[in-house]
């Protein structure tokens, strides 16, 4: 997997049962660390901005509430993480590790399996494509999935280019609920096999 590596990392799970294994990811310029209630404050600073969440799935609420991200850690993504069916992590670049810049998840499902966002101080850097690759490897090379498939609005054109880029395939258009309205939206996939191969061409 090139420039990346993994450590493991014991992430405290909030609703009982003892700890949950989970790693922590490393790329060149990035530190991937699991996701935790504390990152709630960081997240409902750095979100909410239109910018980030106009293409996002219609669920997200908008305006977005003060509780909105504490409520959907606590309610949703940790839980889910704590079940073993999703894996997000926070996103802090190695030169600023104490601060978290964004977010990256894995989902077991049909169509809808990668997701992340960025504050928008960290765009137009290359940042989301590392991370992006860095747990796609995880996907295919530790969770042992034979296929990725990531919904997105046909008019999110920066979700597209790190789609394309890496060899994903356009399967479906259907319309779709985004936080800004109903608009074209498409499945994007590829399989392990694909993804290996577009690895073994990346420097």
């Not at 977005?64 to 079940?83: H, I, K, N, Q, T």
């Not at 995880?138 to 990725?148: S, T």
Request: charged residues 25%; hydrophobic residues 40%.
């Amino acid at each position: 997997m090139p420039g990346a590596s993994y450590a493991d990392l014991e992430a405290g799970n909030p609703h009982g049962g003892g700890a949950v294994s989970f790693p922590s990811l490393e790329t060149r310029r990035l530190l991937l660390r699991p996701l935790v209630i504390e990152d709630a404050a960081t997240t409902q600073r750095l979100f909410p901005h239109w910018e980030i969440v106009r293409f996002m799935n219609g669920i997200v609420p908008w305006p977005y509430p003060d509780d909105g991200a504490e409520s959907f850690y606590r309610e949703v993504a940790l839980p889910a993480m704590a079940a073993g069916t999703q894996w997000t992590w926070s996103l802090r670049l190695k030169l600023a590790p104490d601060e978290m810049i964004g977010a990256i998840s894995l989902r077991r499902g049909d169509s809808d399996n990668r997701g992340f966002w960025l504050g928008l101080p960290w765009h137009r850097q290359g940042l989301m494509t590392e991370a992006s690759d860095l747990v796609t490897d995880y996907w295919f090379d530790v969770l042992g999935e034979p296929m990725l498939r990531v919904p997105k609005a046909a008019a999110n054109l920066a979700s597209r280019r790190i789609s394309k880029r890496c060899g994903m395939r356009l399967i479906a258009t259907e319309q779709r609920r985004f936080v800004s309205g109903e608009h074209l939206g498409e499945i994007w996939e590829i399989t392990a096999e694909e993804w290996r191969r577009y690895r073994r061409q990346t420097p």
